[in-house]
């Protein structure tokens, strides 16, 4: 039962780091975002609704790739723990005898 409870603990540990690194992600992606707009804009001669589009399609991009690579990382980590949990799906091996059968 301790395997059991580290091997689930560990994917608890994963699915943290999924979560943790989907919002940093999302926030520096934002971040990138608004200082592209505030330069592209200053530097002028651009409208800003076509300077928005642009990078609202950069960060869409930049937010696919990066689900798209925190989703293979998940599922290899998951593959590996299921490996460890094996054991526990495998039914319990049947007795050589059935119950109640006499030994002579």
């Known amino acids: 039962m301790d395997k059991l409870f ?5 994917r608890s ?9 989907m919002f940093q992600v999302f926030s520096h992606a934002i ?15 651009i409208d800003l609704l076509l300077t928005a589009g642009v990078i609202a399609l950069l960060f869409l991009f930049i937010v696919l790739l990066s689900a798209l690579m925190s989703l293979t990382i998940w ?5 590996h723990l299921d490996e460890l949990l094996v054991e526990y799906e495998q039914p319990p ?8 059968t006499p030994l002579v």
């Open 75 to 79: 599922r290899h980590e998951n593959k």
């Open 31 to 45: 971040i990138a975002c608004m200082i592209s707009t505030a330069i592209i804009y200053s530097a002028g001669g």
């Open 13 to 21: 540990r994963i699915y943290w780091q999924y979560y943790k690194s």
């Open 6 to 10: 580290r091997v689930n603990l560990e």
């Open 93 to 100: 091996e049947e007795p050589l005898m059935p119950p109640g």
